[in-house]
């Protein structure tokens, strides 16, 4: 009923940006969170930032002042620039976002297939 479909990943050396963008659709009658995920080889999902429906955002500690999430409501859309890319911000970004689907009382958490971002000189 529901899909989020992530973009923007890829190999790019120390230093360079990105964009990643994920797109929520299906039967959806409201959006709640939104945010941004990643794991790392060998490591644990991680938080990395999130945005409310009025655009409240908190960030991961470790990528404060280099990732800015942002999102767009009328396109069920969520952002996530990343600056300054480093290394260690190798991972594969998940979405996530907790939606009410139309004709439901509650709200469940979905998540994108992940998008791969590979920082490397």
């Known amino acids: 009923q529901v899909q989020l479909v992530e973009s923007g990943g890829g190999l790019v050396q120390p230093g360079e940006s990105l964009r990643l963008s994920c797109a929520a659709s299906?039967?959806?009658?409201?959006?709640?969170?939104m945010g941004w995920y990643r794991q790392a080889p060998g490591k644990e999902r991680e938080l990395v930032a999130t945005?409310?429906?009025?655009?409240?955002?908190n960030y991961a500690d470790s990528v404060k002042g280099r990732f800015t999430i942002s999102r767009d409501n009328a396109k069920n859309t969520v952002y996530l620039q990343i600056n300054s890319l480093k290394p260690e911000d190798t991972a594969v970004y998940y979405c996530?976002?907790?939606?009410?689907?139309?004709?439901?009382?509650?709200?469940?958490?979905?998540w994108g297939q992940g998008t791969q971002v590979t920082v490397s000189s």
């Open positions: 299906g039967s959806i009658f409201s959006i709640n969170t």
């Open positions: 996530n976002a907790n939606i009410r689907v139309r004709y439901t009382d509650y709200s469940t958490d979905y």
């Open positions: 945005i409310t429906s009025g655009g409240s955002t």
